[in-house]
């Protein structure tokens, strides 16, 4: 009886470690603003591919949501997704964890008047500035006193021509596009200012903390075996890992 007993009792310990043992996650609900070849609507983009790279041989499939960028980070904090896409590293505070591998690079520049000198990062503080909404670039760049955030890229050229401000600030895929609508293209200039890593910014929770702890074991791996270059090859983009 008490061999009985004992087989019981272990039985029930067995059972209560195993209900303690969170599974691990069978999918990743990432969101992000769309952005053009990076992270496409469709499921298409360099980030996407990265991603499916990072996640999928887990077992993890990737849910996407297309949303704009500041309603991501919002998801995030309120765990209703378990990262979002294209963060600067330690862009939000508030309900957000950081892995310590970043899986692209935004080349950040400027786009002005070719009337007006071309800015570097030592006199980009003398200018007015303008950036979309949630960016935070003044986190990054030096010294900016004059800055104003923007709800619709369509509106930067009419800014610019009407002297409402100097330059627009985005990466320079977001630049080339805004130039792209111009009628008269020579009238401005793009300048690169710098590049910043780009980071999933995952929620700070026990799920989000997982997650991330897998991206960065296996971004290791894959930037180790050199395994993500030709998806940087596929869509004419410079590898960030050298």
């Given amino acids: 009886m008490a061999r009985c007993w004992l087989a019981i009792l ?17 999918e990743i609900r990432l969101a992000s603003e769309a952005w053009q070849d990076h992270t496409n609507a469709d499921g298409s983009g360099l980030a996407w591919d990265i ?14 949501h297309s949303v704009p960028y500041t309603r991501s980070i919002g998801l995030v904090q309120r765990g209703e997704a378990d990262a979002w896409v ?19 690079v935004d080349q950040i520049s400027a786009l002005g008047l070719i009337t007006l000198p071309a800015p570097n990062l030592a006199t980009l503080g003398e200018f007015r500035l303008v950036w979309m909404r949630g960016y935070e670039y003044q986190r990054y760049l030096p010294n900016l006193t004059r800055y104003r955030e923007v709800q619709r890229q369509s509106d930067i050229l009419n800014m610019l021509n009407l002297d409402r401000t100097d330059f627009y600030i985005d ?7 805004a130039l792209e609508t111009a009628s008269d293209p020579a009238r401005y200039r793009i300048t690169d200012l ?8 995952f929620a700070d929770n026990p799920r989000g903390r997982a997650l991330a702890q897998l991206y960065d074991r ?11 270059r030709p998806l940087f090859e596929r869509w004419q983009q410079p590898y960030p890992f050298d």
């Fill in 218 to 228: 296996r971004m290791a791996h894959l930037v180790e075996q050199g395994s993500l």
């Fill in 171 to 177: 990466a320079r895929t977001e630049v080339d596009e």
């Fill in 51 to 64: 991603l499916r790279q990072v996640f999928e041989p887990e077992g993890i499939e990737l849910v996407i």
């Fill in 194 to 201: 710098t590049r910043l890593p780009l980071y999933l910014g």
């Fill in 86 to 104: 294209g963060s600067y590293r330690n862009e939000v505070d508030a309900g957000v964890f950081y892995p310590r591998w970043h899986y692209d």
């Fill in 10 to 26: 272990l039985g029930l310990l067995g059972c209560s470690c195993a209900l303690a043992e969170p599974a691990a996650p069978r």
